[in-house]
T-cell receptor, first 120, second 112 residues
Framework: GAVVSQHPSWVICKSGTSVKIECRSL??????MFWYRQFPKQSLMLMAT?????????EQGVEKDKFLINHASLTLSTLTVTSAHPEDSSFYIC????????????????FGNGTRLTVT | DAKTTQPTSMDCAEGRAANLPCNHS???????VYWYRQIHSQGPQYIIH???NNETNEMASLIITEDRKSSTLILPHATLRDTAVYYC?????????????FGAGTRLFVKA
């Protein structure tokens, strides 16, 4: 159980275009999902917290207008990289925790398999 | 959230136990210790978590010291497929809402 599906697994786009990445919780509902970015040989960096039905919360230094997050349902969050540039090339990973906020306090995160974005 | 300190890398012989240490000397009473691992080019995988008692599941055992300032993840019989980066994370609720922050982790190499 607790499967998180991410799509696409990889994408190549041209500079200046936008790319949408989907994150779905397949067998549980998630009021909160998290988006991470990982550069080669580095750890995961938290970008933002996606909240169902409300605005996402972005970490310091992450441009909210460039990385648009939409959490329209309890099982789907999307990350759109707008006007992508080569420096946005990275491994993007989403995660989610089963249950409502209070009851899922100690539940572990479950991660998607990531999306490798290459901007040419 | 309390910060953690882990060795940068470790080696382990296949079939032997892999013991991965983690220091979290500033942990507070309501903070849990979580372990995840990331195999190359995949998303992280949850392994185990605990508060103060030792925990065991089908993947690993977690030993937490009595003062809770450090813990050890034990993979009882390491295989080549256990080669990965292992992350020790201490987490509590914060104003941002249950954020999980990753440190650098330990790169475990399991050798034949």
């Amino acid at each position: 159980g607790a499967v998180v599906s991410q799509h696409p697994s990889w994408v190549i786009c041209k500079s200046g275009t936008s790319v949408k990445i989907e994150c779905r919780s397949l067998d549980f509902q998630a009021t909160t999902m998290f988006w991470y970015r990982q550069f080669p040989k580095q750890s995961l960096m938290l970008m933002a917290t996606s909240n169902e039905g409300s605005k996402a919360t972005y970490e310091q230094g992450v441009e909210k207008d460039k990385f648009l997050i939409n959490h329209a349902s309890l099982t789907l969050s999307t990350l759109t990289v707008t006007s992508a540039h080569p420096e946005d090339s990275s491994f993007y990973i989403c995660s989610a925790r089963p249950g409502q906020v209070q009851s899922s306090y100690n539940s572990p995160l479950h991660f998607g398999n990531g999306t490798r974005l290459t901007v040419t | 959230d309390a910060k953690t300190t882990q060795p940068t890398s470790m080696d382990c012989a296949e079939g032997r136990a892999a013991n991965l240490p983690c220091n979290h000397s500033t942990i507070s009473g309501n903070e849990y210790v979580y372990w995840y691992r990331q195999i190359h080019s995949q998303g992280p995988q949850y392994i185990i978590h605990g508060l103060k008692n030792n925990e065991t599941n089908e993947m690993a055992s977690l030993i937490i010291t009595e003062d809770r300032k450090s813990s050890t993840l034990i993979l009882p019989h390491a295989t080549l497929r256990d080669t990965a980066v292992y992350y020790c994370i201490v987490r509590s609720r914060n104003t941002g809402g249950f954020k999980t922050i990753f440190g650098a982790g330990t790169r475990l190499f399991v050798k034949a």
